[in-house]
């Protein structure tokens, strides 16, 4: 007799009603976000809120994002297996493992050290011992790996950091929220014989993205 998943009915209606209902159709993305264990990644006081539609606070002024805009994410970077990936902004490590179920080599950044070693661990735990986490500004890239096949960023910039389109490999593709401490809009950039195509997605919310090339402590609080 096969054991059901952890909370597999709530991970069924959270990928059928809020993914694919909602115009995610990559089935490789609907299938991550279904096996991804996101009551993992979220505080135990939320688990039961884990496939909740809504993102969920981590603690330090993080979040780990609604489904919904991590399979948008995810899917608008068209991740294949075997690219390399950086993603910017770690918090539980939640994207990096949909990134690695995917069959991405991922490279993760988060500014706040203790965010960074717990999602190390949790990571590690859970199996995605293959993920990278560093601990630094994101906002930066991590040229040591560079260059990158996708790139997401997970909080929100004044503008798409120059690091960060250097770093992008050719034929490369960065998702990011761009625009100002209380809306957004989610942008595709993609690289192509050395130039930059950006396309809006969606209207979003994301907490700040903090950093050289984001906002600085003192913004990041004006939140």
């Known amino acids: 007799m096969i054991r059901p998943l952890p909370y597999e009915e709530e991970r069924r209606l ?14 490789k993305v609907l299938d991550a ?6 009551h993992e990644f979220v505080p135990p006081a939320l688990v039961k809120a884990a496939y909740d539609d809504r993102p969920l606070p981590l603690g330090e002024a993080e979040t780990i994002s609604q489904p919904y805009i991590v399979a948008a994410m995810t899917e608008a970077a068209d991740v294949q297996a075997g690219d390399k990936a950086l993603e910017v902004g770690t918090g539980s490590g939640y994207q990096a493992a949909i990134l690695a179920y995917l069959g991405a080599r991922v490279y993760t950044i988060e500014r706040n050290e203790a965010l960074a070693n717990s ?6 735990r859970l199996g995605y011992d293959g993920v990278v986490v560093i601990a630094g500004d994101g906002s930066e890239g991590y040229p040591p790996a ?3 096949a996708v790139i997401l960023v997970t909080a929100a910039a004044p ?6 389109l250097e770093q992008l490999a050719e034929e ?3 998702v990011i929220p761009v625009g100002d401490l209380r809306h957004q809009d989610l942008l595709l950039n993609f690289k192509h014989s050395g130039h930059v195509k950006t396309r809006m997605l969606d209207p979003c919310q994301f907490v700040p993205l903090i950093g050289k090339a984001g906002w600085s402590e003192k913004e990041g609080r004006m939140m």
């Open 119 to 124: 999602a190390r661990g949790r990571l590690a």
């Open 159 to 164: 503008l798409v950091p120059p690091a960060l």
């Open 14 to 27: 959270m990928v059928e009603i809020q993914l694919r209902h909602r115009g995610i159709r990559n089935e």
């Open 172 to 174: 490369g593709r960065l």
């Open 146 to 148: 560079a260059p990158y």
């Open 33 to 38: 976000m279904f096996v991804v264990p996101r």
